[in-house]
């Protein structure tokens, strides 16, 4: 519960100055690139180990 407080003291002031839309869509988009770093990621990390067995 501890967590989720800090997470209340960031957003309330987001939405008093955005509209919903336009918090809802920026939440979404961050979301969309979080995804996309993470998958990237993954790909990268698959790849070394990859190469690091081939080398081996």
């Known amino acids: 519960m501890k967590k ?3 997470s ?3 957003i309330l002031p987001l939405m ?3 509209s ?3 918090f809802v869509g920026g ?3 961050a ?4 995804g996309v770093f993470l998958v990237l ?3 990268g990390v698959i ?5 690091k067995v081939r080398k081996g």
């Open 41 to 43: 990621l993954v790909i």
């Open 8 to 10: 209340i003291a960031l």
């Open 27 to 29: 939440v979404f988009k």
């Open 31 to 34: 979301g969309v690139n979080v």
């Open 20 to 22: 919903s839309c336009e």
């Open 4 to 6: 989720f407080i800090p």
């Open 16 to 18: 008093a100055l955005l």
């Open 47 to 51: 790849a070394y180990f990859v190469i």
